[in-house]
């Protein structure tokens, strides 16, 4: 009888636990969007998603064919320079996500492209983003040994505008499906 104690108490002890679990009520929002709601109204929020968004429609056109990497690079480095400018990881982190060696010197230029190489590694770009990726690693290796990404194309006041637009109408479509959801 005296050994039949510790294992019924531990079997007690579990059961209340799964009832404390099951049975207590859980603490969720009335809205569980509106924390989607409470950041539309921060500027400085829906301009890092815009950004991001931007980034997502660069890399969707390096992915296609219709951008080569240095132009991509330059509009990567357009995108960081936007205020709040966006501090990107050092060279030889990009060069490591990229496969390339970390001991190896990286200029600006090279820098950027790395930048788009590692995102371009994001699953919800292209079904296949190893291949994206190694796509655009090519590229960067034709580039360089070019010279190509020494000095990147400029952007104009156009094309950014451009690309801002396309970008702000993806996080607006984006945010009105989450609403839709409701």
């Known amino acids: 009888m005296r050994g039949t104690r510790v294992p019924f108490a531990v079997v007690c002890v579990a059961g209340m636990a799964c009832t404390v679990l099951v049975v207590c009520p859980r603490r969720t929002p009335p809205n569980p969007h509106a924390a989607v709601d409470h950041l539309d109204a921060d500027p400085v929020v829906r301009h890092r998603l815009v950004r991001a968004a931007a980034r997502d429609v660069v890399a969707r056109e390096l992915i296609a064919g219709r951008m080569t990497l240095p132009d991509a690079a330059a509009r990567f480095g357009w995108l960081n320079a936007l205020p709040p400018t966006t501090q990107t990881r050092p060279p030889e982190v990009l060069a490591a996500l990229a496969g390339l060696p970390a001991g190896e010197k990286y200029g600006e230029g090279e820098a950027l492209a790395l930048q788009v190489v590692a995102w371009l590694g994001r699953p919800t770009l292209s ?56």
Do not use: K, M
């Not at 291949?131 to 010279?147: H, N, W």
């Not at 801002?164 to 499906?177: F, G, I, N, P």
């Open 127 to 182: 079904d296949d983003p190893a291949r994206a990726q190694d796509a655009a690693l090519r590229q960067f290796r034709q580039s360089r040994a070019e010279g190509r990404l020494t000095l990147l194309p400029e952007v104009g006041e156009d094309e950014g505008s451009r690309l801002l637009a396309e970008a702000d109408v993806v996080v607006t479509r984006h945010q009105s499906l989450l609403g839709s959801e409701r």
